[in-house]
């Protein structure tokens, strides 16, 4: 681990701020939050990602106080939060609605939690000065929430909950209403907000490009489970199951099953009609276990002719070209059905694609490209 | 759009059947005759004997004093009961809560009135203003409740968290952010309850002592003496205040809105 990477998670000695200690959430008979136990450490970005209905709102709510737990403690700071109201909790949130009060104006909405903590005049007006400049809304400052556009209101939002200096700041899909242009550059100005006031941040999103963005490590849940929790680049590149991997960006999965034929080295028998496939793999498989082989689309190369001394190669055609500008997705078409998905940065402007639809081409990867799973 | 001749018929009838009476009434309350049906010219004498009537004047003063005073209990009780069935969930009762709160609305009034009757007898309390008061605030808080609670569904419950959020106690919350927020609602819930009050004529004279006469019960034991022109009068100087009433209350909350989405629309226009 290099000295200057910040990594919390992977240091023993590390005290997290927010621990989930087999946290189990239950609505009547369903169950949102199934068991879970997580550390959150302090100055982390975090993100929790999932679809619609997987628990990531709840494991917030619970967080900001506004759910009970049904079993488990939630400790911030060392201290059970379980019982304590939203209001004595030195933890704010951001509405994905933004929850403007509209009968107040920019400043008092970013002064309302400062007042409640009686804060002194002088240092409240400061403060208030303070955050309109960090979300540059000075010129606002007069304006009621209905006389400012979507991004004026989003980073109102966001000043007047990092207002009272929170130890943890919750935001709830903060940059959902917002259309993708304004919406990237507002990924970054929450970075470097973050980085800026040295908050804890915890992201509910399930827009995987902005907690892959975002997030210095994003949890993937599903049905109220945690299904992985690492850093952006470990999730794609490493995810643990054939969830995450589908989950995340474009995925390529093989079914097939293993054999071992070294030290990490196997061999998947998928087809009768073709030779094995290759791939290094610590996972510790026995022989004739059914497993999946989950190859990225843009590690896999397309070719006219058989590779030389390639380790993994197909032959099939080209079925469909999805254009995207900057990238070329091409669908080819196995004998047997099977489609596998490769693709290719366009980094010339002038040149003619070198295959087109119904083109028998060759595609191939090496021994590290894919991911094996288990099934 | 221009108006087809049916639309015009139907407009035309609408507003006839509407306001003819009104119309009739207020041209007789300048009539210079004693006679309400006979025209003798045009005359303000009534308005001015309306004015010495002693009687009509404490009548109204009584009124007004119900209307006010049960009205604003009203709107506290109706807005709570709201807030409570908008916002609890379930609890136990619920169902049988809502139920009763709005059954006054359905209820025959001659009911409602007898069995307040029934109940201040009961309890040997002194039929007077006090009694008109306690009847008036229990059959227009439903009203008050219904209005409240339509505005309470379009809510957006986040901002209540917001408030708890940033350090709000619950009462806090609801003082510093609901409240404001639903206000226009509220007064028009006191609005309601204090017109409801203003007209009520049945309920009134169940509850009512020899010591408190409202206007409705006063014009109408006045008219079963035969019509006069200080009752036209009288009528033609309601109609009027409650004319105006209605055109300020409308003229404020159009310039309202046409201000905000004048404003929205520059917000947008500046990004």
């Given at each position: 681990m290099a000295a200057n990477e910040f990594a919390p998670w992977e240091d023993p000695q590390a005290k997290p701020l927010i621990r989930f200690r087999n946290v189990t959430k239950r609505f009547g008979e369903f169950?949102?939050?199934?068991?879970i136990t997580l550390d959150i450490y302090a100055q982390e970005f975090f993100a929790l990602l999932?679809?619609?209905?997987?628990?990531k709102t709840t494991m917030m709510r619970m967080l900001a106080g506004f759910e009970n737990l049904t079993e488990g403690v939630i400790e911030l700071d060392g201290v059970?939060?379980?019982?304590?109201?939203p209001n004595k909790r030195a933890v704010n949130m951001m509405f994905q609605s933004y929850a403007?009060?509209?009968?107040?104006t920019v400043w008092e909405n970013i002064a309302f939690g400062l007042r409640r903590a009686k804060m002194p005049a002088a240092d409240l007006t400061n403060r208030v000065e303070e955050m309109l400049k960090l979300t540059r809304l000075e010129r606002f400052?007069?304006?009621?929430?209905?006389?400012?556009s979507g991004g004026q209101r989003q980073r109102v939002a966001l000043a007047r909950s990092l207002a009272k200096a929170p130890k943890l700041l919750l935001l709830d899909e903060?940059?959902?209403?917002?259309d993708k242009k304004l919406r990237q550059e507002t990924q970054f100005e929450l970075m470097d907000i973050q980085e800026k006031t040295g908050t804890t941040f915890v992201i509910v999103t399930h827009d995987q490009e902005e907690a892959m963005t975002v997030a210095s490590r994003v949890a993937v849940m599903d049905e109220g489970n945690l299904m992985q929790v690492a850093t952006p680049d470990r999730i794609y590149e490493?995810?643990?199951s054939v969830y995450v991997a589908d989950f995340i960006g474009d995925v390529n999965l093989i079914k097939g099953t293993a054999k071992s034929i070294g030290e990490g080295q196997y061999q998947i028998?998928?087809?009768?009609?073709l030779p094995p496939l290759n791939a290094k793999s610590s996972l510790p498989l026995s022989d004739g276990q059914s497993c999946h082989l989950a190859i990225r689309p843009e590690k896999v190369a397309i070719n006219a002719e058989k590779p030389e001394g390639a380790v993994n190669a197909v032959q099939g055609k080209v079925l469909d070209i999805a254009y995207l500008g900057n990238l070329s997705t091409y669908y080819v078409q196995l004998a047997d059905g099977t489609i596998i998905k490769a693709q290719t940065a366009n980094?010339?402007?002038?040149?003619?694609?070198s295959f087109t639809w119904e083109d028998p081409v060759w595609l191939s990867w090496t021994a590290t490209a894919g991911v094996l799973l288990e099934s | 759009m221009r108006l087809s001749w049916f639309n015009v018929v139907s407009l035309t009838f609408g507003f006839v059947f509407l306001y003819l009476p009104m119309i009739i009434l207020v041209i007789y309350?300048?009539?210079?005759?004693?006679?309400?049906?006979v025209w003798a010219g045009f005359s303000t004498k009534w308005y001015g004997e309306l004015l010495q009537n002693e009687a009509f004047l404490n009548a109204a003063w009584v009124t007004l004093k119900v209307a006010v005073i049960s009205s604003t209990f009203a709107t506290i009780l109706g807005t709570m009961a709201a807030y409570v069935l908008v916002?609890?969930?379930?609890?136990?009762?619920r169902t049988l809560f809502s139920g009763m709160i709005y059954a006054p609305l359905v209820m025959p009034e001659v009911i409602t009135g007898l069995s307040l009757l029934l109940l201040f007898i009961g309890i040997g309390m002194d039929r007077g203003v006090m009694t008109v008061v306690l009847a008036h605030t229990t059959f227009s808080m439903c009203y008050v409740s219904v209005v409240v609670s339509s505005r309470l569904f379009t809510f957006d419950q986040s901002l209540e968290e917001a408030a708890l959020d940033l350090g709000c106690s619950p009462a806090q919350a609801f003082r510093l952010v609901t409240l404001p927020i639903i206000a226009p609602a509220v007064i028009s819930g006191w609005l309601l309850a204090f017109t409801l009050s203003l007209d009520d004529l049945v309920i009134a004279t169940f509850t009512t002592g020899p010591s408190a006469t409202t206007l409705p019960i006063k014009i109408y034991s006045a008219v079963r003496l035969g019509v006069s022109p200080e009752i036209n009068a009288l009528s033609t100087l309601m109609i009027a205040v409650v004319t105006i009433g209605v055109i300020l209350a409308s003229l404020v909350s159009k310039r309202n809105v046409a201000n905000k989405r004048r404003e929205e629309l520059a917000a947008v226009r500046a990004e």
């Open positions: 169950t949102a939050i199934d068991n999932g679809p619609s209905g997987c628990g059970d939060v379980g019982n304590v109201a403007l009060f509209p009968h107040l400052s007069s304006r009621k929430p209905h006389q400012i903060p940059l959902g209403a917002l490493n995810p643990n028998n998928w087809m009768e009609s980094t010339r402007r002038i040149s003619r694609r | 309350s300048f009539n210079k005759s004693k006679l309400v049906t916002r609890s969930g379930r609890f136990f009762g």
